[in-house]
């Protein structure tokens, strides 16, 4: 995996100085790239306030390369995991009482103060509590030594795939000062989402109370999450998969009849078979999602298995050890970010540089 810092932080830097336009700051998350450092530090150079993470293994990774800036865990914590998460983490997101009195306790251990976002479901029907249960929850957490209350967040589009509206983004705002009034507390943050946000945090409406958005997707291949639309002035492809070619053949492709279920049943034939060159790649499921992969121009993806990738092409300068580069969805993206068998290279491009000067100096990337 070739991964163009370069890009990244300019795309943070981009949507950073766009959304304080608004009113809004960027918290850059970094669960698809399992809280690779180098990554984490571009989106830090790109001006994000702070790092998100879903997973304390991928805080702890980040804290042992040494980064100080405030991490938040987005996803409620596990009980069994509070003890390091107010080590390692300033604040988190939370949903249920009994955690954050766990939370609140760790806390007074270690003499610290963790913060709490209270993070409220508007829809999505995944994490949440219930709008009329926030204020309540506000005043319990006020009243627990060891906890903070830092604000209130709500998260759209994960499960649901529907992207918030200006209505919803209203009633999260008239919700922050309705618990600010229940709970005594000013609350610094209203987180409004993600980056199936941006259209609404970039569109003509008022932003209101939110201030903060948790940004991955967006910064890292520069699309909208819900309809994959580039986002105007950033780049799509920071990172590119590279995979090598161990075997080329002219061969028919056939479809295999009898099996439904074997996998060459969902081959998709490339125009005209016959003539196909068929390459075999050595990358499959278990590095990637094969489907994430976007094709070149006059490449076919004919179908992938565990350990190989099969793609037809007419290209015949693709011989038995030389390299394909694909650029790749999120899905693609967070599959082999966390695959083993994948070398990330992470490397600094000037920008403005042709894709080929791009491309040879990316040959001798720094290894981290
Ligand atoms: C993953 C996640 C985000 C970031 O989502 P992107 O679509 O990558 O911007 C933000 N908030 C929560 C709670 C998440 O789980």
Redesign the pocket.
Known sequence: MDVDLEKIRHNTRTLVDRLKARGIQV?A?T??VCGHPAIAQAMRDGGAMGL?E?RLSNVKRLRRAGILCPITL??TPMLSQVDDVVQACEAS?NTEASVIAALAAASRRRNTVHGIFL?VEMGDQ??GIRAQDVGNMARRVEAMPGVALKGI?A?F??LGGIAPKAAKMQALSRLASEVEQQSGTVLQTV?G?????LPWALGAQATHRIND????????LGVD?ITGAQIDGLYQDAFTLVAEVIETDVKPVRLCAGRADHPLARLRPARDPSETTRLLLAIGHQDTNAAGLKMPAGQTLIGATSDHLVIGTHDPTLGVGSEMRFNIT?GALMRAMAAPDIQINPHKTRLGLTASDAHDRGKHPALV
């Open positions: 918290t998350v669960k698809a998100a879903a987005i996803r997101y993070m995944r994490e967040g998260n589009a994960c987180s989402g993600n980056s199936a946000n958005l948790r940004l991955g997707e967006a910064l890292m999450p999120y």
